[in-house]
């Protein structure tokens, strides 16, 4: 079975501000691991994702992840936030031809 | 890029009528189509998985009678809520890929569903 435990229910920073959302996943077998956005009311929208090779994953509007084994944890990471990454992000881990299974999301509030 | 499309995008309802939400896929075919549910605040949580010319595999815990999912077309699922009632109010999310590979599953926009 797996499960992603999403640590921070909210994270407020400031603009310009670097962000790091933390994902932590727990499964028996290989695992493929995803960062999705979601904007009020909007299906999901894929960031980026780990299937294997390079640990350190570079996604889409300058967010990047660090695939961690042994610390079983995929953490999503900005240097500097604009107002309009507000959003929510899902951690998501799957083997790969499974489903995937969602962590509960973190809210990320960009203040000026 | 690929493109999934959900119809529709809002819907209110009275309780104890259907409701039925189609999900498209725009330019790939979709042998594979998932269901999610995303009640406020909380994750996705999967309902069903769709099979073109199959019966649906529903996760444990949903009532397939009350929503009946039929995929009849490579491009073309649809979710119907039967006899709504309010606590079936939520976000309904479709995703489809093109292929076997997961890393390839596209979202719709999503339908809010209210039931009055």
């Known amino acids: 079975a797996q499960s992603v435990t999403q640590l921070d229910s909210q994270v407020p920073v400031f603009e310009e501000a670097p962000v790091e959302l933390r994902c932590n996943y727990s499964?028996?077998?290989?695992?493929?691991l995803f960062w999705y956005v979601q904007y009020p009311n909007q299906g999901l929208q894929l960031l980026l994702k780990y299937l294997s090779g390079s640990t350190l994953v570079k996604g889409i509007n300058g967010f990047e992840a660090e695939f961690n084994k042994s610390q079983t944890s995929f953490h999503l990471r900005k240097p500097s936030v604009h107002i309009s990454d507000t959003a929510e992000y899902f951690c998501?881990?799957?083997?790969?031809?499974?489903?995937?299974?969602f962590g509960k999301g973190t809210m990320l509030l960009v203040s000026p | 890029g690929a493109v999934v499309s959900q119809h529709p995008s809002w819907v209110i309802c009275k309780s104890g009528t259907s409701v039925k939400i189609e999900c498209r896929s725009l330019d790939f075919q979709a042998t594979t189509m998932f269901w999610y549910r995303q009640f406020p605040k909380q994750s996705l949580m999967l309902m069903a998985t769709?099979?073109?010319?199959?019966?649906?595999?529903?996760e444990q815990g949903v009532e397939k009678d009350k929503f009946l999912i039929n995929h009849a077309s490579l491009t073309l699922s649809t979710l119907t809520v039967t006899s709504a009632h309010p606590e079936d109010s939520s976000f309904y999310i479709c995703?489809?890929?093109?292929?076997?590979?997961?890393?390839?599953?596209?979202f719709g926009n999503g339908t809010r569903l209210t039931v009055t």
């Open positions: 995703s489809a890929r093109p292929g076997q590979e997961l890393s390839a599953l596209h």
């Open positions: 499964s028996s077998v290989s695992v493929y």
């Open positions: 998501a881990v799957s083997d790969e031809y499974s489903t995937l299974t």
């Open positions: 769709s099979n073109e010319g199959s019966k649906a595999t529903y």
